[in-house]
T-cell receptor, first 117, second 112 residues
Framework: EPEVTQTPSHQVTQMGQEVILRCVPISNHLYFYWYRQILGQKVEFLVS????????KSEIFDDQFSVERPDGSNFTLKIRSTKLEDSAMYFCASSERFWLTSNQPQHFGDGTRLSIL | EDQVTQSPEALRLQEGESSSLNCSYT??????LFWYRQDPGKGPEFLFT???AGEEKEKERLKATLTKKESFLHITAPKPEDSATYLC?????????????FGKGTLLTVNP
């Protein structure tokens, strides 16, 4: 069964450094998302992306964050200057269409654990 | 502010002991309610989508129902492999069309 893959599974970075998290969405999907989950807290929406542009972003997604689809298969999240509070699990998701029916849900990857030292 | 609240936070069952998990929401303009299962160290795995009050969906030992204010995930005769965190999420109509708003989840443990 097709799945969303994320790399790396764990990233350790010094505060202030740039980090890029990578995702390969399911191949025929058109909508892409990033969520994060701070340890012990809810899964939180960061951003959605369609047709090579951001379609929606949360208040968390400030100027330090950016997303890109550099080629036909990868979807990346960049944090320009990491802070301690950026430590979290970051999940990539994709969906085939905008309207989420029972046959076309958001499919999640297994996440990248980002640890900021 | 839109809210999704799940209860209980944790539930421990004996194998075969049926029970229900609750997801209540205070949102305006629900476009869909979603149930996911999350195993430790993994991403959320989709289970069900519900769109309108009265709707029901079933998959193996799980059955999800929806009213105007809450959803229930009923687990019939659970097995140890059903142990996981069950997440509820809502999608709203209006401006926030893309994001899912999640609850904190219910950690289910099924003992053999």
């Amino acid at each position: 069964e097709p799945e969303v893959t994320q790399t790396p599974s764990h990233q350790v970075t010094q505060m202030g450094q740039e980090v890029i998290l990578r995702c390969v969405p399911i191949s025929n999907h058109l909508y892409f998302y990033w969520y994060r989950q701070i340890l012990g807290q809810k899964v939180e929406f960061l951003v959605s992306f369609y047709n090579n542009e951001i379609s929606e972003k949360s208040e968390i997604f400030d100027d330090q964050f950016s997303v890109e689809r550099p080629d036909g298969s990868n979807f990346t999240l960049k944090i320009r200057s990491t802070k301690l509070e950026d430590s979290a699990m970051y999940f990539c998701a994709s969906s085939e269409r905008f309207w989420l029916t029972s046959n076309q849900p958001q499919h999640f990857g297994d996440g990248t654990r980002l640890s900021i030292l | 502010e839109d809210q999704v609240t799940q209860s209980p936070e944790a539930l421990r069952l004996q194998e075969g002991e049926s029970s229900s998990l609750n997801c209540s929401y205070t949102v305006s303009g629900l476009r869909g309610l979603f149930w996911y299962r999350q195993d430790p160290g993994k991403g959320p795995e989709f289970l069900f989508t519900l769109y309108s009050a009265g709707e029901e969906k079933e998959k193996e030992r799980l059955k999800a129902t929806l009213t105007k204010k809450e959803s229930f995930l009923h687990i019939t005769a659970p097995k140890p492999e059903d142990s996981a965190t069950y997440l509820c999420a809502v999608r709203l109509s209006g401006g926030s069309n893309y994001k899912l708003t999640f609850g904190k989840g219910t950690l289910l443990t099924v003992n053999p």
